[in-house]
């Protein structure tokens, strides 16, 4: 029990998401960090990390 | 000998929890395991750290209970005396070796071989084993963990002795109960330990160079701890300095004034920090650079400067704690496996086994404040918490930290009864990311511990409401 | 006299934890609030509920373990003896009167004007109340919580006698130890004491009309509890009725193959239910309806049918837990004063305080495929928890339901030590629609017990996996 509670994330601008949330956006490949959040408090959820990474690939309009 | 080598995918140096965990997940994912321990499997945490204190402290913590009890109709009528030999047979063959016979199993179950010896790196991708029992053996590895972990402090101003200055691993392992022990660092090992041994029957002494206990630590929470040891009749000494080892049975220690105290001890315990362990392993030979401090840097996915080694635990970093070696032992695992893991967690709680026990996870006011919150502080004492008073326990409070904008909970420091497993809620709370109000409008059941959470959240609610939030 | 009426925006009736917090509340928010209880603050909860309940079961549990310390190296020498006298006088002034001054504080601080006596409605905007003190006093209203509770069935086939035949109030009130005590009804209060007598002396035998204790209760629990019972000596029969009430010290027992057995016992608890309390009330001057089973049927702001006029706690449906009462109390008060509060919790988690301790919130497995779900379970042992042996508490299993294709954690089911501290968490987790990932990638503390429930959601993880998810 020493000097913890200042997590490795203890960073700036760290985008709140639940861990669930983050390991979604590790697996769509986005910097959840870039995502905008909708949740209560700009909490960034699953469906806006999605949302995020289909804008990303969607093709654009032919 | 030494000449054939054996390969594999995966090699793990050291079975703590950190790498008997990252073993056991990346067999889980299909991987070849070899994991290399030249003590037992478990490591500092189940042999000589986390659980034979944890041990210690519940039995010392029982005889206290009971021999505190008169005023709840409890009456000792002679003694409860202990009988130290089959406390520490009980913590060897019921505790330990369960755990790492457990241990044990799973790497079975998991088909990793485990190799007893020590082992060195002889190049990037292959590395030798000192086996323990003659011989050498030698390996190839696709990718290596290393999870070698800490090792206690062993100053030059007091130098263990192995007998009677001893580290905590020889503190744990004490045969008999010192009559008169003497702490040397105040940091939690050692306030740990000097309470498990005050309640079993030592006189203790605490030194401690610095002006506070558990230096780092919220001094609301060290205050209720320090009422505390006085009923324990344990002596603090801060701003003292120990030094020059055992001489005829004392120990001289300089107070804050620079007097020169003698302290008559049995056995004395020196804590005064960990550092990472890397000896022998021969670190320049694979390429894996360490820091000015011995630390091995990492990545998120615990990954040294070579993108094939990784290195997870206490011989990664300052915090060093059992869960967290293993929370990176399973990133690593599977990071090796492909799999987009990271060690991104917001939040390590930490907690304190002393009584009453002390927790704390996320940020404290000072810290909230520093990165641009706007914190507002609740509290709520366990004096007014019903489970504390039927327990007889009602010494602590609860603290949350909140920020008034968001209502975010941002952490939470605690004293008191059960607070190791309290902290546990507001673990998951910061990392779900909930505010002030999630927590107070969830149910809490009556009577709990917990209910103390529960109500420094509502108190903190109704505060910003009367200050009002926008 | 009684003619005088004073006005006031909110009237409570009943000051247990339903109605003190709903007055304490109430006036936090601004509103004149006047409660009337004709006992003690604190209700049944406080004074002859939850809290002295779990004040004797916390000494029971001490000198339990103590005289069970041998394996740990606590030798008593002599004996632990219990002075009953002392546990009960203890119970009476530092927990509950503790608690209930607390209450009283509490009120006195909101300016909640207390008034001892026992009110009935006159018509729907004003009420009676017959002093303690002698006389009555008048009382106009715009707003009533209706919170008098409910009260212990008093069954014909088994009446009590007020004096060796009582209800949980007598049976937590005892002078001495009864040397046989026989439980009739094996629901959570009856075993909840039977456990706590039998660890202070008594010889126990409980006797439960199902074929289960705790009627409702996953089987997988109850099961960890029976060979606790068993260790404890306390005798169980099911599929079982008593009759005919203490006769020349024996209790008439026929089992389920229609056997009848006579029990010795020097003191019955007759447990058997309980029934919302409104008598003398006179709901219908003031128009309130009940149902059949003479609940106060209440929507989600916890209104009656008559608008203005409110009911919480046992008084309004047969899940009658104290933490519900006070939830429920925060939502009418905060109602009144025209927020938009509302009952609207997913769950209420549910503890029962016996050795092991047991607790369960959410669904179990058959109730999330009840609903649709499509359940997975895991489990994990206490046994392989390492701050569990460290405890020298074993037994028990952390058994965490989740649903296949949303990863949602839908319930817990525990039994073990501590447990009703664990639930918080898993509660908490439930509220914030958490996934079984959230839990698995917590950092939880070791050792802690805790682990049990991230041991069981990384399993859950691991499962899913192999299955494979999608
Ligand atoms: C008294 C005490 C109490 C503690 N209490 C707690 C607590 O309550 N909670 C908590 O979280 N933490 C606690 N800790 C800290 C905890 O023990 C460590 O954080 C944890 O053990 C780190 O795990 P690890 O896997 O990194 O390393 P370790 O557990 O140290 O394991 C490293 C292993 O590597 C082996 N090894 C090293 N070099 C080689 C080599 N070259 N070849 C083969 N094998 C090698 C060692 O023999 C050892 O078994 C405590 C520590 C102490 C000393
Ligand atoms: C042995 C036992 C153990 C229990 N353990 C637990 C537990 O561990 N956890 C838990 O959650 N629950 C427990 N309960 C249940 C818990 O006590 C109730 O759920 C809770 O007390 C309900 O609160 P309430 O405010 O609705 O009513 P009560 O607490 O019953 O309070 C109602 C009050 O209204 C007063 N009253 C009634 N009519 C009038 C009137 N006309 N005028 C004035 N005053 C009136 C009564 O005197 C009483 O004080 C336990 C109960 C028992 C009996």
């Known amino acids: ?62 | 000998m030494g000449s054939i080598k054996t390969g594999t995918d995966v090699v793990v140096i050291g079975a703590g929890p950190g790498g008997y965990v990252a073993a056991q997940r990346a067999s889980q994912l299909g991987l070849d395991v070899t994991l290399i321990e030249r003590e037992e499997l478990g490591g500092t945490c189940l042999n000589h750290g986390c659980i034979p204190s944890k041990a210690l402290i519940s039995v010392g913590d029982l005889l206290y209970k009971v021999n505190n009890a008169a005023e709840r109709g409890l009456v000792v009528k002679g003694s409860v005396e202990v009988d130290f030999a089959k406390t520490q047979e009980w913590k060897e063959t019921k505790v330990i070796k369960r755990l790492t016979s457990g241990v044990a199993s799973l790497m079975k179950a998991g088909q990793v071989e485990v190799v007893k010896g020590t082992a060195r790196f002889t190049d990037p991708h292959s590395l030798e084993v000192e086996l323990n029992d003659g011989g050498t053996a030698a390996y190839t590895f696709k990718h290596a963990i290393i999870a070698t972990g800490s090792t206690a402090v062993n100053p030059s101003f007091f130098p263990l002795d192995g007998e009677n200055v001893v580290d905590a691993r020889g503190a744990l392992a004490f045969r008999e109960i010192p009559p008169r022990f003497v702490v040397v660092g105040g940091g939690y090992i050692g306030v740990e330990l000097g309470i498990a041994y005050a309640k079993l029957g030592s006189k203790v002494t605490i030194v401690e160079a610095t002006g506070q206990l558990l230096p780092g630590t919220d001094p609301d929470l060290v205050n209720v701890l320090m009422r505390r040891l006085r009923r324990l009749g344990v002596t603090v000494m801060l701003n003292a300095r120990a030094s020059g080892g055992l001489q005829n049975g004392k120990v001289k220690v300089q107070d804050g004034e620079g007097k020169v105290h003698e302290i008559e001890a049995d056995k004395v315990l020196v804590s005064v920090g960990r550092v990472p362990y890397t000896e022998g392993l021969h670190l320049d030979k694979a390429g894996v650079r360490v820091d000015e401090k011995g630390f091995i840097p990492v990545d998120e996915q615990m990954r040294t400067n070579v993108p094939h080694i990784y290195a997870i635990g206490d011989v990664c970093s300052p915090v060093m704690l059992a869960h967290k070696a293993s929370a990176q032992g399973r990133v690593a695992a599977e990071a090796i496996a492909g799999r987009p893991s990271a060690a991104d967690w917001q939040t390590v709680p930490a907690v304190i086994f002393t009584d009453p026990e002390i927790a704390y996870v996320g940020l404290t006011e000072a810290q909230a404040r520093e990165k641009g919150y706007d914190p507002v502080v609740s509290r709520y004492n366990f004096a007014a918490v019903g489970r504390a008073l039927t327990m007889g326990e009602s010494d602590g409070m609860v603290k949350l930290v909140g920020d008034r904008q968001s209502g975010l909970l941002l952490g939470a420091q605690m004293v008191g009864p059960e607070v190791s497993e309290l902290i546990g809620e507001i673990a998951l709370a910061i990392e779900m990311g909930a505010q002030m109000e999630d927590v107070a409008l969830t149910p809490h059941y009556h009577p709990t511990l917990s209910e103390g959470i529960l109500e420094a959240a509502l108190s903190w609610m109704h505060s910003i409401e009367k200050a009002g939030r926008k």
């Open chain 1, 1 to 62: 029990a020493p000097a913890a509670g200042a997590g490795p994330a203890d960073r700036p601008r760290r985008a709140l998401a639940t861990p669930a949330t983050r390991r979604l956006a590790r697996e769509l490949g986005v910097d959840i960090n870039q995502v905008p959040g909708t949740g209560p408090a700009g909490r960034v959820t699953s469906d806006d990390v999605r949302a995020f990474a289909a804008r990303r690939t969607a093709p654009a309009p032919a």
